[in-house]
C-alpha cells in the first residue's frame, strides 16, 4: 500500500513538474501559427525523454553515477569541457527565462510589472535550494504544477470542431514556410528533450539514494508521468489552435498563451492556471540552477548535492549563488524572457547529442551496469534517436539564422 | 588466480574518486603518477594542475596558471592520493584514508558559505593535502604518443594503457598496477569509448559497426615490445623492439576477456 503511494505520488510529481517556460511558450506559439501541425514533434520528444531518463535513471540506480559523471567518464576531459561549456550556457539562458516565467505569472496574478518580481523570486528561490530538503522541494512544486491541467479541461469546455483539429495533426497551414515549420518543430522537441531534465533526473536519483529496488518507482515516472505531461503540453497547443489560429493571431505573450483557459472556464480557470504557471516555472527555477551546480561539480569531481549540508559542499552552493545571480542580471537587463525562452530552446535541441551519446553508451556497459544492460528495442529506438539528434545539431543554427529565429 | 588487468583510459581515468563508508566525494582521477621500471601506477593525481595539462588549449592552459597563482609554492604540484589507499576500483574509485580538502572548497566555505545562516553543522576537519614532489612521470603523458616500430615506419598512437596487477607490493597491502601494454590505434581516430573489450559492452551495433570499422588496424603491443630508452620516457615517441607486423590485433582482447 505504501509502496502505491510512492509510486502513485512520483507519477504526479513528473505529471505535473513536466511542463516548464520553454513547454508553455513553445506549445502556445506554435499552437497559435501551426495549429495541431507540429503535434507530433511532442510525440516525438516525450518518446525520447522517456528513453533517455530511463536509462539515466537506471544507471544512477545501479551504479550511482549521475550523467555528467559519465560524459566526462567517456568523452573525456576536452570533448567533456565542450559539453559542460555549452550546458552551462543553455542551462544559464534557460534559469533566466524560468525566473522571467514565475515572475510574469506574478504580473498576471497582481498587476505590478515582473521586473520587480524578479529579485524576489530569484531569492526565495536560492533559499528554498539552501533550506528545504531535496524529496520536499520535488514534490511540493511538482504537485502544485498539477494546476496545469487546467488546459486539458478548459480545452473541452471550449468545445473547438475536433474533426478540424484532427485534420490540422497532417496539414501544416499554408501560408507558413517549410524553414520555419522545421524551426519550430526543432524548438518543440529542445523543450521536451531538455538536457537539464536528465541531469536533474539522474542526480536526484543520486539525492535520493535510489537502488536497483527503486527501479520500479522511477520507471513509472517516467513512464506514466511524462507521457502524461506531454498530452498537458498538446494540450496547450490545442488550446491556442482553437482560439487564435482562426483569427491568425501571432501568441508572444504570457497572458496570451493562458488566454485560452480564462475563455473556457473564466476567473477561477484564470486563477488556476496563473497558480500552476507560477508553480511549473518556479519548480524548473529550481531545477535548472541545481542542474548548473550538479553538471559543474560533476566534471570537477568537487562535492555536490542537497544530501549534504551546505558546509560540506561549499563549491556547489557557491555555483548555485552565482547562476542565480546571473540569471537574474540577464531577465533584468529587460530583455524580452520569451525571447529568451525561445533561443534556449534552440540551443539545447543543438546540444543534445553531446549528453545523451554517453549515457546510450554507458546504459550497454556491462562495467556499470551488470546485467541490466539496454534490451535490443531500447539499443534499437536510442541509435534511431541518436541520428534524428544529430541531424538536429547540424540543422539547429542555420535554421535559426535563415528564418531569423522564426519570424 | 590471473592479476586483475585494467585499461587506464577506460577504467580509472576521469573516473569519480569516493570516501569508503561515507560515500563522500573526493576528486576525480584527472591523471595517474607512474614510478619504477617497469613502471607502475603510484598515486592517483587530482585538481587543475594535473587536469589542464590534459585539457591542452588555452582553457588547458588558463586551469594551470590560476592555480599557479594562487599556491604559495615555487613549483606547485596537483593533490596526490597514493594507490595503496585505493580499496576498489568500479563505476568510482573507493578511497580510505583520511582525504584532504581542496583550497577552493576550504576559502568558499571560510569566506562564503559558513556566513550565510543556516549553512549546518562544523566542515570537515582541515588537513593539509598531499602534493605530489618533483616531476613524476604521468601517464597522460603515453596518452596520444605516436609509436613507430623497428623499422621506423609510423604504426599509430596510443589510445590507452593496460594495466596488470602484478606490480610490486604497495604498503604490504595489494599490488601495484604495473603497465602491461598499448592499445594502438591507427593516427587520425579518435575515442574508441570501451568497444575494444569485446564481448562485454558490444551494443548498440551500429555504434559498434562504425566504431570497429574506423579503428581496423589497431594493435595491441606488450611493454616487452616497446623499446627501453622510450619505456623510461625519454623519447618524444614511443619506439617498438619488433616490426609492425608481429603485433597483435585488437581483437585479441575478445578471447583474452571472456564475459562474466
Same mark, same amino acid.
Given at each position: 500500500?505504501?509502496?502505491?503511494?510512492?509510486?502513485?505520488?512520483g507519477?504526479?510529481?513528473a505529471?505535473?513538474?513536466f511542463?516548464?517556460?520553454?513547454?508553455?511558450?513553445?506549445?502556445?506559439?506554435?499552437?497559435?501559427?501551426f495549429?495541431?501541425s507540429?503535434?507530433?514533434?511532442?510525440?516525438?520528444?516525450?518518446?525520447?525523454?522517456?528513453?533517455?531518463?530511463?536509462m539515466?535513471g537506471?544507471?544512477?540506480?545501479v551504479?550511482?553515477?549521475?550523467v555528467?559523471?559519465?560524459?566526462?567518464e567517456?568523452l573525456g576531459?576536452?570533448?567533456?569541457?565542450?559539453?559542460?561549456?555549452?550546458?552551462?550556457?543553455?542551462?544559464?539562458?534557460?534559469?533566466?527565462?524560468e525566473?522571467?516565467?514565475?515572475?510574469?505569472?506574478?504580473?498576471?496574478?497582481?498587476?505590478?510589472?515582473?521586473?520587480?518580481?524578479?529579485?524576489?523570486v530569484?531569492?526565495?528561490?536560492?533559499?528554498?535550494?539552501w533550506?528545504?530538503?531535496?524529496?520536499?522541494?520535488?514534490?511540493v512544486?511538482?504537485?502544485?504544477g498539477?494546476?496545469?491541467?487546467?488546459?486539458?479541461?478548459?480545452?473541452?469546455?471550449?468545445?473547438?470542431?475536433?474533426?478540424?483539429?484532427?485534420?490540422?495533426l497532417?496539414?501544416?497551414?499554408?501560408?507558413?514556410?517549410a524553414?520555419?515549420?522545421?524551426?519550430?518543430a526543432?524548438?518543440?522537441?529542445?523543450?521536451?528533450?531538455?538536457?537539464?531534465?536528465?541531469?536533474?533526473?539522474?542526480?536526484?536519483?543520486?539525492?535520493?539514494?535510489?537502488?536497483?529496488?527503486?527501479?520500479?518507482?522511477?520507471r513509472?515516472?517516467?513512464?506514466?508521468?511524462f507521457?502524461?505531461?506531454?498530452?498537458?503540453?498538446?494540450?496547450?497547443?490545442?488550446?491556442?489552435?482553437?482560439?487564435?489560429?482562426?483569427?491568425?493571431?501571432?501568441?508572444?505573450a *504570457?497572458?496570451?498563451? +493562458? =488566454?485560452p483557459?480564462? @475563455?473556457? /472556464?473564466?476567473q $477561477?480557470?484564470?486563477?488556476? #492556471?496563473?497558480?500552476?504557471?507560477?508553480?511549473?516555472?518556479?519548480?524548473a527555477t529550481?531545477?535548472?540552477?541545481?542542474?548548473?551546480?550538479?553538471?559543474?561539480?560533476?566534471?570537477?569531481?568537487w562535492?555536490?548535492?542537497?544530501?549534504?549540508?551546505?558546509?560540506?559542499?561549499?563549491?556547489?552552493?557557491?555555483?548555485? *549563488?552565482?547562476?542565480? +545571480? =546571473?540569471?537574474?542580471? @540577464?531577465? /533584468?537587463?529587460? $530583455?524580452?524572457?520569451i525571447m #529568451?525562452?525561445?533561443y534556449?530552446?534552440?540551443?539545447?535541441?543543438?546540444?543534445?547529442?553531446?549528453?545523451?551519446?554517453?549515457?546510450?553508451?554507458?546504459?550497454?556497459?556491462?562495467?556499470y551496469m551488470?546485467?541490466?544492460?539496454?534490451?535490443?528495442?531500447?539499443n534499437?529506438?536510442?541509435t534511431?534517436?541518436?541520428? *534524428?539528434?544529430s541531424?538536429?545539431?547540424?540543422a539547429? @543554427?542555420? /535554421?535559426?539564422?535563415?528564418t531569423k529565429?522564426?519570424? | 588466480?590471473?592479476?586483475r588487468?585494467?585499461h587506464?583510459?577506460?577504467?580509472?581515468?576521469?573516473?569519480?574518486?569516493?570516501?569508503?563508508g561515507?560515500?563522500?566525494l573526493?576528486?576525480?582521477?584527472?591523471?595517474?603518477?607512474?614510478?619504477?621500471?617497469?613502471?607502475?601506477v603510484?598515486?592517483?593525481?587530482?585538481?587543475?594542475?594535473?587536469?589542464?595539462?590534459?585539457?591542452?588549449?588555452?582553457?588547458?592552459w588558463?586551469?594551470v596558471?590560476?592555480?599557479?597563482?594562487?599556491?604559495?609554492e615555487?613549483?606547485?604540484q596537483?593533490?596526490?592520493i597514493?594507490?595503496?589507499?585505493?580499496?576498489?576500483?568500479?563505476s568510482?574509485?573507493?578511497?580510505?584514508?583520511?582525504?584532504?580538502?581542496?583550497?577552493?572548497?576550504?576559502?568558499?566555505?571560510?569566506?562564503?558559505?559558513?556566513?550565510?545562516?543556516?549553512?549546518?553543522?562544523?566542515?570537515?576537519?582541515?588537513?593539509?593535502?598531499?602534493?605530489?614532489?618533483?616531476?613524476a612521470?604521468?601517464?597522460?603523458?603515453?596518452?596520444?604518443?605516436r609509436v613507430t616500430?623497428?623499422?621506423?615506419?609510423?604504426?599509430?598512437?596510443?589510445?590507452?594503457?593496460?594495466?596488470?596487477?602484478?606490480?610490486?607490493?604497495?604498503?604490504?597491502?595489494?599490488?601495484?598496477?604495473?603497465?602491461?601494454?598499448?592499445?594502438?590505434?591507427?593516427?587520425?581516430?579518435g575515442?574508441?569509448f570501451?568497444?575494444?573489450r569485446g564481448?562485454g559492452?558490444?551494443?548498440?551495433?551500429?555504434?559498434?559497426?562504425?566504431i570497429t570499422?574506423?579503428?581496423?588496424?589497431?594493435?595491441?603491443?606488450?611493454?616487452?615490445?616497446?623499446?627501453?630508452?622510450?619505456?623510461?620516457?625519454?623519447?618524444?615517441?614511443?619506439?617498438?623492439?619488433?616490426?609492425?607486423r608481429?603485433?597483435?590485433?585488437?581483437?585479441?582482447?575478445?578471447?583474452?576477456?571472456?564475459?562474466?
Amino acid at each position: 500500500m505504501k509502496r502505491l503511494f510512492a509510486v502513485t505520488l512520483g507519477i504526479l510529481t513528473a505529471f505535473g513538474g513536466f511542463v516548464d517556460i520553454g513547454d508553455l511558450v513553445a506549445n502556445g506559439l506554435v499552437g497559435a501559427r501551426f495549429g495541431m501541425s507540429l503535434a507530433w514533434t511532442v510525440v516525438v520528444g516525450v518518446i525520447g525523454i522517456c528513453l533517455f531518463a530511463e536509462m539515466s535513471g537506471r544507471i544512477a540506480a545501479v551504479s550511482g553515477r549521475p550523467v555528467f559523471d559519465l560524459v566526462r567518464e567517456r568523452l573525456g576531459p576536452k570533448a567533456g569541457l565542450v559539453n559542460l561549456a555549452a550546458s552551462l550556457f543553455v542551462n544559464l539562458l534557460t534559469l533566466a527565462a524560468e525566473i522571467g516565467g514565475a515572475s510574469l505569472a506574478l504580473e498576471l496574478a497582481t498587476g505590478v510589472n515582473y521586473l520587480l518580481w524578479v529579485p524576489a523570486v530569484a531569492f526565495v528561490a536560492w533559499l528554498v535550494m539552501w533550506r528545504v530538503k531535496f524529496e520536499t522541494m520535488e514534490r511540493v512544486f511538482g504537485l502544485a504544477g498539477l494546476a496545469l491541467v487546467v488546459f486539458v479541461v478548459a480545452l473541452w469546455q471550449l468545445g473547438p470542431d475536433w474533426g478540424e483539429l484532427g485534420r490540422q495533426l497532417t496539414s501544416p497551414p499554408q501560408d507558413e514556410g517549410a524553414p520555419t515549420y522545421w524551426y519550430y518543430a526543432i524548438a518543440l522537441l529542445g523543450g521536451a528533450m531538455t538536457p537539464y531534465e536528465v541531469f536533474f533526473f539522474s542526480s536526484g536519483g543520486v539525492e535520493e539514494k535510489w537502488r536497483p529496488r527503486d527501479l520500479v518507482t522511477a520507471r513509472a515516472n517516467v513512464f506514466v508521468g511524462f507521457p502524461l505531461g506531454g498530452l498537458m503540453s498538446i494540450s496547450i497547443a490545442a488550446c491556442a489552435a482553437t482560439v487564435f489560429l482562426p483569427f491568425d493571431a501571432q501568441v508572444d505573450a *504570457l497572458g496570451e498563451i +493562458v =488566454l485560452p483557459v480564462g @475563455l473556457g /472556464l473564466g476567473q $477561477i480557470g484564470m486563477a488556476l #492556471v496563473i497558480f500552476g504557471v507560477f508553480a511549473a516555472t518556479f519548480g524548473a527555477t529550481l531545477e535548472t540552477a541545481l542542474s548548473s551546480g550538479y553538471t559543474l561539480s560533476q566534471y570537477f569531481g568537487w562535492q555536490w548535492g542537497k544530501f549534504v549540508r551546505p558546509r560540506s559542499a561549499a563549491r556547489f552552493h557557491a555555483v548555485l *549563488l552565482v547562476a542565480v +545571480v =546571473l540569471a537574474t542580471a @540577464l531577465i /533584468l537587463t529587460t $530583455i524580452d524572457p520569451i525571447m #529568451v525562452t525561445e533561443y534556449s530552446l534552440v540551443f539545447s535541441a543543438a546540444a543534445l547529442p553531446l549528453t545523451y551519446f554517453p549515457v546510450l553508451l554507458i546504459a550497454n556497459d556491462p562495467d556499470y551496469m551488470g546485467d541490466r544492460v539496454n534490451g535490443r528495442f531500447t539499443n534499437a529506438l536510442g541509435t534511431f534517436y541518436m541520428i *534524428l539528434l544529430s541531424l538536429i545539431t547540424v540543422a539547429a @543554427l542555420p /535554421l535559426m539564422i535563415a528564418t531569423k529565429a522564426g519570424q | 588466480m590471473r592479476a586483475r588487468e585494467i585499461h587506464a583510459g577506460l577504467q580509472l581515468l576521469d573516473r569519480q574518486v569516493v570516501r569508503v563508508g561515507t560515500g563522500g566525494l573526493v576528486c576525480k582521477v584527472d591523471d595517474l603518477e607512474l614510478q619504477g621500471d617497469p613502471p607502475y601506477v603510484s598515486a592517483i593525481l587530482a585538481g587543475p594542475l594535473a587536469l589542464g595539462p590534459r585539457v591542452g588549449g588555452l582553457p588547458g592552459w588558463l586551469m594551470v596558471q590560476v592555480t599557479r597563482l594562487f599556491r604559495p609554492e615555487e613549483d606547485p604540484q596537483p593533490r596526490r592520493i597514493p594507490m595503496h589507499l585505493v580499496n576498489e576500483i568500479g563505476s568510482a574509485v573507493v578511497v580510505g584514508g583520511e582525504p584532504a580538502e581542496p583550497a577552493l572548497e576550504r576559502w568558499l566555505r571560510e569566506n562564503v558559505i559558513a556566513r550565510i545562516p543556516g549553512s549546518g553543522g562544523e566542515g570537515p576537519p582541515y588537513a593539509e593535502p598531499e602534493h605530489a614532489t618533483g616531476h613524476a612521470p604521468r601517464i597522460s603523458a603515453l596518452l596520444g604518443r605516436r609509436v613507430t616500430d623497428a623499422e621506423g615506419t609510423v604504426v599509430g598512437k596510443v589510445a590507452d594503457v593496460r594495466l596488470c596487477q602484478d606490480g610490486p607490493l604497495l604498503h604490504g597491502v595489494q599490488n601495484a598496477f604495473r603497465i602491461a601494454g598499448l592499445v594502438v590505434v591507427p593516427e587520425r581516430t579518435g575515442k574508441l569509448f570501451g568497444y575494444e573489450r569485446g564481448p562485454g559492452g558490444q551494443a548498440p551495433w551500429l555504434v559498434r559497426a562504425v566504431i570497429t570499422r574506423w579503428f581496423s588496424g589497431s594493435a595491441l603491443v606488450g611493454w616487452d615490445q616497446v623499446d627501453a630508452s622510450s619505456a623510461r620516457f625519454e623519447t618524444p615517441e614511443v619506439r617498438l623492439t619488433v616490426p609492425a607486423r608481429d603485433l597483435a590485433p585488437l581483437t585479441d582482447l575478445y578471447e583474452r576477456e571472456p564475459r562474466g
